[in-house]
């Protein structure tokens, strides 16, 4: 099996447009006359449902953010009666109150349908297994890939998360293929297994799917040696409506929006404006389908960046790449935005694992300085002093680059760079101080 | 072949090099040699020592980016044109030396120099066919 639903999932641009265009309007329309919230935000920003005609229009209408969903906490932005809604899920905020979402059966359905959509990316089949390790609940993990997985008729393991000794037993006796959990969760399967005295012979899996947590490129690395599989990556948040809103496929080389049912933009998080194609910004989302919980132009806060190529996978949707961070991460150094993940990746395109680095910003008379000190790793050093120049050149050359400013790179000794639990610091911004 | 030098990477910060040396006496590794090639920012600390695997271990222990490569070391008498005399061997048949350091006071009436080429096997048959002395690793260590 390719694809799940071929019709939408390799349509061209021009129909997804025109497709896009229709169902924005019907929302639009529907939010005005059933969400007082929404109404009044659009009343405010002097545009009404008629002024917008095609997905170009979408400038017009205001973002929502998470201060609107605690403005109108619990149920104010719900477009539908509460007999119509068949599932809420919450998600608790680390700052503030729980985020409260509606779906009504046809919401649950497109939701099943796009994760079926991403499980047959994935490599996953009529006749898999699926593991389903992500927390059942509130927590859209579980039974979002579960109702997916059941509608795609795979013989669904609800096993939830926790009790690692019987999901090892699960993994080992009953051979699923395909396994649904957060990353860090599948490298402590892998642990586990083989602190149990398993082997990859001891089981089958093929591909896994792992999300609700930012992971790098060399975790990938590391699940897809520890458990013989493909690592895939899927996105979602339940504001929008949970896992499966985006999903990698087998070439891994970002993940297919679900864009008949949601619209991506990516903007200059100060600015608000769209950046042009391929430039890191915030993803916002509009949900073109919902009907118990719709969202305008919702903020994620998520950095990211899209492509709407087609994929070799034969898949027109656009794609985003991996997470590169949080908005509340971002630097604003002469007029640049630059994201701390900017750097790692560019110290991983050069050594076989990112080292440690700290940003230090600082204003010296009315100029920013940024000075990008990285800690030396085995993988770097050289008995060379020539190689080291050089490649503390390449580093800043590269950074020069892709940040678009003249970096200072100083190469640090290891652990010089304060660590709090485990976790590095990665940026003092002296011009607060 | 060769004899085992041990690298470090050090930031050029004041008392950088007294702390490798501190991990390395309290471990009992004897420095036989030591030489530093810096730069304004940082420093690569070579090293010559009695247990070239122990002084890994316990450096990169003790939180040291640390590196092993292989270098000759050859005794020539300790006068003067003895060292010119046995690079010469090693010009003439384009072999360059990426660095060198020398060390004395350890064994009579000669000077112990360290070489870093690319091809150690090439250079120490060349060296050994001219009559120069070129210590095996094992004599080295025990320094
Ligand atoms: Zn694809």
């Given amino acids: 099996m390719r694809y799940w639903n071929e019709h939408f999932e390799c349509m061209s641009r021009d129909e997804m447009k025109v497709l896009q265009s229709r169902r924005l309007q019907k929302l639009v329309d529907r939010v005005y006359n059933r969400v007082p919230h929404y109404r009044a935000k659009m009343m405010e920003a002097g545009v009404e449902p008629g002024d917008i005609k095609s997905v170009e229009d979408i400038v017009k209408l205001p973002f929502t953010t998470k201060q609107d969903m605690r403005d109108t906490y619990p149920f104010g932005m719900f477009a539908v009666d509460m007999d119509e809604i068949t599932r809420i899920h919450a998600s608790s905020g680390t700052t503030g109150k729980q985020t409260v979402v509606g779906y009504t059966a046809r919401d649950i359905d497109n939701w099943a349908e796009c994760m079926a959509r991403s499980l047959v990316g994935a490599g996953a089949s009529r006749k898999s297994m699926v593991h389903v390790a992500y927390g059942y609940g509130l927590f859209t993990g579980g039974l979002g890939v579960h109702y997916g997985a059941e509608k795609m008729g795979c013989a669904v393991i609800p096993v939830s998360s926790g009790n690692t000794a019987r999901q090892i037993t699960i993994l080992k006796d009953f051979k699923p293929d395909i396994l649904c959990c957060t990353p860090s969760y599948a490298l402590y399967l892998a642990e586990e297994l083989y602190a149990s005295g398993c082997s990859l012979d001891d089981i089958n899996l093929k591909a896994g799917v792992f999300g609700a947590e930012p992971w790098s490129e060399e975790m990938r690395k590391e699940i897809e040696e520890k458990l013989g599989l493909k690592a895939i990556d899927i996105y979602g948040l339940s504001e929008i409506m949970g896992p499966a809103v985006s999903c990698e496929c087998l070439e891994q080389k970002g993940m297919h929006i679900q864009e008949d049912h949601f619209l991506i933009e990516i903007i200059d998080p100060e600015t608000g404006e769209h950046v042009p194609e391929g430039e890191l910004g915030e993803v916002v989302f509009t949900t073109l389908t919902k009907e118990g919980f719709p969202l305008i132009r919702y903020r994620t806060r998520d950095i990211s960046c899209i492509d709407t190529s087609q994929c070799a996978c034969g898949r027109t949707t656009a794609r985003m790449m991996k997470l590169c961070g949080r908005t509340d991460d971002m630097l604003i150094i002469r007029g640049v935005n630059v994201f701390p993940s900017q750097i790692e990746s560019v110290l991983l395109e050069l050594g076989e694992t990112a080292p440690h680095y700290l940003i230090i910003v600082d204003r010296v008379g009315n100029h920013d300085t940024i000075e990008v000190q990285v800690e030396m790793t085995e993988s770097f050093f050289s008995d060379s002093v020539k190689y080291i120049e050089s490649l503390e050149h390449r580093i800043k050359s590269k950074l020069d680059s892709v940040l678009g400013l003249n970096v200072r790179v100083r190469l640090v000794e290891p652990k010089t760079l304060a660590r709090s639990e485990g976790k590095a610091k990665r940026v003092i911004d002296k011009r607060k101080m | ?143």
Avoid: C, W
């Fill in chain 2, 1 to 143: 072949m060769g004899v085992r030098q041990i690298s470090v990477f050090l930031e050029n910060k004041a008392g950088r090099l007294s702390d490798v040396t501190k991990v390395l006496g309290d471990n009992n590794v004897d420095i036989s040699a030591l030489s530093i090639a810096d730069t304004a920012h940082f420093g690569i600390l070579r090293l010559i020592v009695n247990n070239p695997d122990l002084a890994e271990k316990v450096l990169k222990e003790n939180g040291y980016t640390v590196s092993i490569s292989n270098v000759i070391a050859i005794a020539i008498d300790d006068n003067p044109g003895a060292l010119a005399k046995a690079l010469e061997v090693l010009t003439d048949e384009d072999i360059t030396i990426e660095y060198i350091y020398a060390f004395t006071g350890k064994t009579e009436n000669k000077a112990l120099v360290v070489l870093k080429v690319e091809d150690i096997d090439k250079a120490t048959a060349l060296l050994r066919s001219r009559n120069i002395r070129v210590l095996d690793d094992s004599e080295v260590y025990s320094l």
